[in-house]
C-alpha cells in the first residue's frame, strides 16, 4: 500500500481528541456513557473522576503540550462480579490508586468479609458458553470503534485486553462491560438484574513497543492453561 502524502496522523489523532463524543445509544434506549442499572453493566466513564494513572497521563501530555498523544497501549482488566474483594489474600488495589507499579493492598480478613456480607448476589462466573460470548464481543467493540486489538484472554473470573484506542480507558471499560452483558442478556444467561463485573477494573498505560509486548505476552502466554484466546497476527 503507498502511502497518501497528504496524509497527517498527527491532525487525526487531534480530531479524535477534540471532536465530541458521539455516542449512539443502546438497544434499551440509554446511552452507552449511563451505568447499567443495579451494577450489570458499566461504570459511568467520567471526565471529573479518573483514574489515578489516567491524571498522570493527561498530566504529561500537559507538560509536553501534546493533546493528541496517547499511550501506545492499554492493558485493561476486568473482573467479575465479588471474585476480587478488597484484603483478599489474593492482593487487589483499590480503584483511586489505579497505577502501574501501585502495591496490592495488605490482606485484611476483617476487610474482605465485610465486602463479602456487603454483597447481594453470588459470585459471577464465565463458563465456556459465556467466555465465547465475551470474546465475540471485545473483538466486535474493538473492530467497530476503530481500536486496534492487539490481545484478549477471557479466563472464568476475569478478562485482559490489550488494545489501542484514542479515548480515555474508562471509555473502553464501560463499552465491553455493557456490550458483553447486552450480548449474555440476549443469549439468555442469567436475568437482566445479574451483577456481571466489578465496580472498576485494572487500566495500565503501556507507552513503549516493549511494554506492549510485555502486557501481550502475560495475557496470552502466562495465564496457565489457555482458555478463549485472541493474539493478534504478525
Same mark, same amino acid.
Given at each position: 500500500?503507498?502511502?497518501?502524502?497528504?496524509?497527517?496522523?498527527?491532525?487525526?489523532?487531534?480530531?479524535?481528541?477534540?471532536?465530541?463524543? /458521539?455516542?449512539?445509544?443502546?438497544?434499551?434506549?440509554?446511552? /452507552?456513557?449511563?451505568?447499567?442499572?443495579?451494577?450489570?453493566?458499566?461504570? !459511568?466513564?467520567?471526565?471529573?473522576?479518573?483514574?489515578?494513572?489516567?491524571?498522570?497521563?493527561?498530566? @504529561?501530555?500537559?507538560?509536553?503540550?501534546?493533546?493528541?498523544?496517547?499511550?501506545?497501549?492499554?492493558?485493561?482488566?476486568?473482573?467479575?462480579?465479588?471474585?476480587?474483594?478488597?484484603?483478599?489474600?489474593?492482593?487487589?488495589?483499590?480503584?483511586?490508586?489505579?497505577?502501574?507499579?501501585?502495591?496490592?493492598?495488605?490482606?485484611?480478613?476483617?476487610?474482605? !468479609?465485610?465486602?463479602?456480607?456487603?454483597?447481594?448476589?453470588?459470585?459471577?462466573?464465565?463458563?465456556?458458553?459465556?467466555? =465465547? #460470548?465475551?470474546?465475540?464481543?471485545?473483538? /466486535?467493540?474493538?473492530?467497530?470503534?476503530?481500536?486496534?486489538?492487539?490481545?484478549?484472554?477471557?479466563?472464568?473470573?476475569?478478562?485482559?485486553?490489550?488494545? !489501542?484506542?484514542?479515548?480515555?480507558?474508562?471509555?473502553?471499560?464501560?463499552?465491553?462491560? =455493557?456490550?458483553?452483558?447486552?450480548?449474555?442478556?440476549?443469549?439468555?444467561?442469567?436475568? @437482566?438484574?445479574?451483577?456481571?463485573?466489578?465496580?472498576?477494573?485494572?487500566?495500565?498505560?503501556?507507552?513503549?513497543? !516493549?511494554?506492549? =509486548?510485555?502486557?501481550?505476552?502475560?495475557? #496470552?502466554? /502466562?495465564?496457565?492453561?489457555?482458555?478463549?484466546?485472541?493474539?493478534?497476527?504478525?
Amino acid at each position: 500500500m503507498t502511502s497518501d502524502p497528504t496524509h497527517d496522523p498527527s491532525r487525526e489523532r487531534k480530531r479524535a481528541v477534540n471532536k465530541p463524543d /458521539e455516542r449512539e445509544p443502546l438497544p434499551d434506549g440509554r446511552d /452507552e456513557g449511563q451505568p447499567l442499572p443495579d451494577g450489570r453493566g458499566s461504570d !459511568q466513564y467520567s471526565h471529573e473522576n479518573p483514574s489515578r494513572e489516567r491524571k498522570r497521563a493527561v498530566n @504529561k501530555r500537559a507538560v509536553n503540550k501534546r493533546p493528541d498523544v496517547f499511550p501506545l497501549a492499554y492493558h485493561i482488566t476486568i473482573h467479575c462480579y465479588g471474585t476480587r474483594l478488597h484484603g483478599d489474600e489474593a492482593g487487589s488495589v483499590h480503584h483511586s490508586d489505579n497505577i502501574s507499579g501501585t502495591p496490592f493492598l495488605p490482606p485484611r480478613p476483617g476487610l474482605r !468479609q465485610h465486602e463479602e456480607d456487603s454483597m447481594n448476589q453470588p459470585p459471577y462466573e464465565l463458563d465456556t458458553p459465556r467466555r =465465547a #460470548i465475551v470474546l465475540k464481543t471485545t473483538k /466486535e467493540v474493538c473492530s467497530y470503534r476503530g481500536w486496534d486489538l492487539y490481545a484478549v484472554h477471557v479466563r472464568t473470573n476475569h478478562w485482559h485486553v490489550v488494545v !489501542q484506542a484514542m479515548v480515555a480507558p474508562e471509555k473502553v471499560m464501560g463499552d465491553l462491560k =455493557a456490550y458483553a452483558s447486552r450480548n449474555l442478556n440476549q443469549a439468555g444467561f442469567d436475568n @437482566k438484574s445479574r451483577k456481571r463485573w466489578s465496580r472498576h477494573g485494572s487500566t495500565k498505560y503501556k507507552w513503549t513497543e !516493549q511494554d506492549l =509486548a510485555h502486557a501481550t505476552d502475560y495475557v #496470552i502466554r /502466562e495465564q496457565g492453561e489457555p482458555l478463549d484466546l485472541y493474539e493478534k497476527p504478525l
